[in-house]
Antibody, heavy 116, light 106 residues
Framework: QVQLVESGGGLVKPGGSLRLSCAVS????????MSWIRQAPGKGLEWVSH????????YYADSVKGRFTISRDNAKNSLYLQMNSLRAEDTAVYFC?????????WGQGTMVTVSS | EIVMTQSPATLSVSPGERTTLSCRAS??????LAWYQQKPGQAPRLLIY???TRATGIPARFSGSGSGTEFTLTISSLQSEDFAVYYC?????????FGQGTKVEI
């Protein structure tokens, strides 16, 4: 079945870095655009970044531009989010999602906490 | 950035009732509008895309309508498992944006 599994979250100090991963199975990963979306505790959903199937087109939310980098490895069926210069306001559950018009399949999320 | 505004913030309903949720875009998004359902501790689930197309496996009691800037999600007869938070989201422009959510509660 179609499955997305995020990993790599954890507790990090302000200014620190983390790399999130999203392992995909059950569909042809290289055929699909992918996104990262986050949700701060008790808050709504915020789109973070998008990458096209061949990684030729990438977009970022202004709130993360210059600090986060999205990438993918189609041979490994994996999506990544490198997060640098982390701030307290980056604390959230981070979801990876498949893009088919909208976000049609979501992972279960990985928690990132930025705190000293 | 397109701002998505949902109303009401909270909706108190009883099982079996018909429920309508609203979503307004600050500028036209054509029919590039999706609805999601999220239960506590779970990832969002896609219900509707293209403003009115049900996603795979979504019951027929969920329906969406609208175009341009005004959209609605209707649940024809609310079931106990439908109590959740519902989000609209536009995918017409970058950045992709979500509404703030409508909580459907008993």
């Amino acid at each position: 079945q179609v499955q997305l599994v995020e990993s790599g979250g954890g507790l990090v100090k302000p200014g620190g870095s983390l790399r999130l991963s999203c392992a995909v199975s059950g569909f042809t990963f290289s055929d699909y655009f992918m996104s990262w979306i986050r949700q701060a505790p008790g808050k709504g959903l915020e789109w973070v970044s998008h990458i096209s199937s061949a990684a030729s087109t990438i977009y970022y939310a202004d709130s993360v531009k210059g600090r986060f980098t999205i990438s993918r490895d189609n041979a490994k069926n994996s999506l990544y989010l490198q997060m640098n210069s982390l701030r307290a306001e980056d604390t959230a559950v981070y979801f990876c999602a498949r893009v088919y018009y909208a976000f049609d399949v979501w992972g279960q999320g990985t928690m990132v906490t930025v705190s000293s | 950035e397109i701002v998505m505004t949902q109303s009401p913030a909270t909706l108190s309903v009883s099982p079996g009732e018909r429920t309508t949720l609203s979503c307004r875009a600050s500028q036209s998004v054509s029919t590039n509008l999706a609805w999601y359902q999220q239960k506590p501790g779970q990832a969002p689930r896609l219900l509707i895309y293209g403003a009115s197309t049900r996603a795979t496996g979504i019951p027929a009691r969920f329906s969406g309508s609208g175009s341009g800037t005004e959209f609605t999600l209707t649940i024809s007869s609310l079931q106990s498992e439908d109590f959740a938070v519902y989000y609209c989201q536009q995918y017409n422009n970058w950045p992709r944006t979500f509404g703030q959510g409508t909580k459907v509660e008993i």
